[in-house]
């Protein structure tokens, strides 16, 4: 499957700034560099969409470097990226954000 475009729905802007504030309060600077490895596993998709394990209804891709999952679905040549979610969190409560997300 050859993907020629990647996107995110507006959701996605939200669980990245939630993530860039918590580590920042960890310790100034993590933020950005969550952000930067985020959007580098997103770009991934760009060779890897497709291949992940489908969960809650969505493709599921594991960030390489945060305890993060991105969920994501393909319609067509495109892949859209409905969420981008802390894997600590109680899967009832990964769950519930995904039902009300979409594509």
């Not at 939200?14 to 993590?30: P, R, S």
Request: aromatic share 14%; with cysteine; net charge neutral.
């Amino acid at each position: 499957m050859r993907i020629k475009k990647i996107v995110a729905i507006e959701e996605v802007k939200d669980d990245l700034d939630a993530g860039v504030e918590f580590y920042d309060l960890q310790e100034l600077g993590v933020g950005s560099y969550f952000r930067d490895c985020m959007i580098a596993d997103i770009e991934s998709l760009w060779l890897y969409a497709g291949i992940h394990v489908k969960h809650f209804g969505f493709y599921r891709l594991l960030s390489a470097r945060f305890p993060y999952t991105i969920y994501y679905d393909i319609q067509g040549d495109v892949a859209i990226v409905v969420a981008v979610l802390d894997t600590r969190k109680n899967p009832t409560w990964i769950h519930q954000k995904l039902k009300g997300r979409k594509c």
